[in-house]
Nanobody, 126 residues
Framework: QVQPVVSGGGLVQAGGSLTLSCVASGRTISESAMGWFRQAPGKEREFVAAISWAGTTFYELSLRNRFTISRDNGKNTVYLRMNDLEPGDTAVYYC????????????????????WGQGTQVTVSS
């Protein structure tokens, strides 16, 4: 299965913004719930945000005021807009997807996802 390609990471100062993209080349995600996860050094992978294929969104509570997940099914792409970044947001960010019959389905549980992108590094300096 072709991995989604994740891009948009980089080095940013605290208070800055980044938009990550996840492009699922080689497959359609129009009937996939999609999610973003992140893993900081020495920590376990944690949930960031998810979006159903109908567009319903769900966030880690502490991030919902700064992060926005969105999707463009026509472009097979999911985005994560991150505003007011903090050093604590430094991590490798991954997108993931799972095909599901329910258009409103989404999950914050990583093992439920079937395919994963390769990750992109986000580093926030103080």
């Amino acid at each position: 299965q072709v991995q989604p390609v994740v891009s948009g990471g980089g080095l940013v100062q605290a208070g800055g913004s980044l938009t990550l993209s996840c492009v699922a080349s080689g497959r359609t995600i129009s009937e996939s719930a999609m999610g973003w996860f992140r893993q900081a050094p020495g920590k376990e992978r944690e949930f960031v945000a998810a979006i159903s294929w109908a567009g319903t969104t769900f966030y880690e509570l502490s991030l919902r005021n700064r992060f926005t997940i969105s999707r463009d099914n026509g472009k097979n792409t999911v985005y994560l807009r991150m505003n007011d970044l903090e050093p604590g947001d430094t991590a490798v960010y991954y997108c993931a997807g799972v095909d599901h019959a329910d258009p409103e389905y989404y999950s914050n549980y990583a093992p439920y996802y079937e395919f994963w992108g390769q990750g992109t590094q986000v580093t926030v300096s103080s």
